[in-house]
């Protein structure tokens, strides 16, 4: 970050997030989800997640984890994660006043989405070293795990899992079938 000049963090990360959007997007359409594809991270266009990114830019990493390694938290992460319905952060609700957070289950549709979101992350972030383990090995090293909607771990486990040991191509033929039978369900299981 502090070898980089504000241009180049702004064209960097302006790359990056097109890089990405393209990659989902185009990943989406292939499993049949057209309107999620287009609206996918729209959000990081706006003024309070793009100026901060771009502020936080490094190129190999998303700048939210800079962020918060500075300032203890991130404005654009509160932004992203109110706003897209793919992360399971937007999931999670307080169901009275008097009760601890709960963390809801999250559709299938966004289940899916948030899959092809991590893969499409670990080819923009991985580049030429991205392999069909690297989503899963990710996901596995990620403290979310223990605190996500125990039913969307195991599915986004499980598609993870289908991807490294059978493939990108056979893998997005096997999520559109699950989308066309489950695109509106909770509570879905594959085994």
């Known amino acids: 970050m502090k070898n980089k000049t504000f241009v180049q963090r702004l064209f960097g990360h302006l790359h990056t997030i097109n890089t990405h959007k393209f990659l989902v997007m185009k990943t989406c359409f292939r ?3 057209y309107k999620q594809g287009l609206l996918h991270d729209l ?3 706006s003024f309070s997640e793009f100026w901060p ?3 936080y830019y490094q190129g190999d990493r998303s700048p939210v984890g800079m962020e918060k390694h500075l300032k203890g938290y991130s404005e654009a992460w509160l932004h992203h994660k109110g706003h ?3 992360h399971w952060e937007f ?3 307080r169901l009275s006043s008097d ?3 709960t963390v809801i289950e999250m559709p299938f549709r966004y289940v899916l989405e948030s899959v092809i979101d991590r893969i499409s992350a670990s080819k923009v972030y991985n580049k030429e070293k991205y392999t069909e383990a690297e ?3 990710f996901f596995l090293r990620s403290k979310e795990i223990n605190t996500m909607n125990p039913k969307n771990v195991e599915q986004i486990r499980y598609l993870l899992e289908y991807l490294k040991d059978n493939g990108e191509e056979k893998a997005l033929v096997y999520y559109k079938s699950l989308y066309k039978k489950h695109k509106n369900d909770r509570s879905v299981t594959f085994r």
Do not use: Q
Request: charged residues 20%; glycine residues 4%.
């Open 53 to 55: 990114s771009v502020k």
């Open 135 to 137: 989503p899963l090995n």
């Open 84 to 86: 897209n319905k793919h």
């Open 31 to 33: 499993c049949g989800m």
């Open 99 to 101: 009760t601890c957070l």
């Open 43 to 45: 959000s990081k266009y």
């Open 91 to 93: 999931w999670v609700d």
